[in-house]
């Protein structure tokens, strides 16, 4: 499977401002991607990029005043295949784990673990332990939170998540993360594609999005609170303890978020019949 992934985000700066993105497909998909992913800049200014502490690439760049606009386009191939499932993937004991997980059960900006703690032991405490443990856990955030573009809150926490009941899909990975941390269990924050692939199309603007993954059994597994179902062809962009780890920009100064476009789906290839095409790629509006 080939998909087609991209944005185009536009700030207006009143002033010569610092800007720092994390807007590049994770190092660990470079190897599918198919184009290059380079992200470009109008007016144009030099990009600096480096990888942050938790292995994401980073863009440095002094946006000018007026309007700015990032955008990049890639193809990435992908398997075609949905999540992995392992239910028998068991916990390990905490004396256990390798100690770069270990900042995986810590609380963090937007994972209070230390307020939600009682809550996840009176839950949790008598579910099976490994995967069983988590899935229980995913279903409550599933469950616990109504999804709506307008209840999105850039300071809202788990903690605050849990108790409004609404959210957005950090907010429910928020949760999620929180209440594995609580249980011993690693579990760090992920954002990047995932678009209407192998199921109906959202009419809702692309956006990207935002899932969890925990550390069972000697590897990390991929959960998903929101949807709550394994899917199709997503496309990681970046890894932390939370959103703060992985902000998509990061302006340094009073902006304005004038437009914002994402696009991920699958590419359609052309059906050869007697020498003539007979389909075409044609991605759906975003």
């Known amino acids: ?40 800049a109008s ?14 690439i980073c863009s440095t760049m002094l946006a000018p005043a007026g309007d700015f606009a990032l955008r990049a386009d890639a193809i990435v191939a992908d398997s075609g295949e949905p999540d992995v499932v392992a239910e028998d993937a068991i916990q390990l004991a905490v004396e256990d784990l390798p100690n770069d997980t270990l900042i995986y059960l810590l609380g963090s ?42 209840y999105a809150r850039a300071t809202k926490s788990a903690y605050e998540a849990n108790q ?38 959202d009419p809702a603007p692309m956006d990207f999005s935002a899932w969890f993954e925990v550390y ?34 990061n302006a340094f100064g009073p902006n304005n978020l004038k437009s914002f476009k994402v696009w991920c789906d699958e590419v359609v290839e052309p059906v050869q019949t007697n020498g003539a095409a007979l389909g075409s790629s044609v991605p759906h509006a975003t």
């Not at 007016?43 to 994401?56: L, Q, R």
């Not at 009941?165 to 249980?183: E, I, P, S, Y």
């Not at 590897?219 to 902000?247: E, K, S």
């Open 109 to 150: 900006r937007y994972c209070e673990t230390d307020r939600l703690v009682d809550e996840a032991w009176r839950l949790f405490g008598n579910t099976p332990k490994g995967w069983r443990r988590v899935q229980a856990i995913v279903d409550y955030a599933h469950d616990r939170i109504q999804f709506g573009y307008g």
């Open 43 to 56: 007016p144009h200014v030099p990009i600096s990029v480096y990888t942050d502490g938790f292995g994401n």
């Open 164 to 201: 409004e009941r609404k959210g957005v899909c950090r907010d429910f990975a928020h949760l999620a993360v929180t209440l594995c941390r609580c249980m011993n269990i690693p579990a760090r924050y992920a954002t990047g594609y995932l678009g209407d692939i192998g199921v109906p199309v």
């Open 216 to 249: 069972l059994g000697g590897r990390w597994y991929t959960f998903d609170a929101r949807h709550n179902h394994p899917r199709i062809g997503r496309i990681v962009m970046g890894r932390g303890r939370d959103a703060a780890d992985v902000a998509l920009t």
């Open 1 to 40: 499977m080939k998909i087609h992934v991209g944005f185009e985000i536009v700030h207006t700066f009143w002033q010569p401002t610092p800007l720092l993105a994390m807007l590049n497909v994770h190092p660990s998909r470079e190897k599918d991607l198919l184009t290059p992913d380079t992200i470009s």
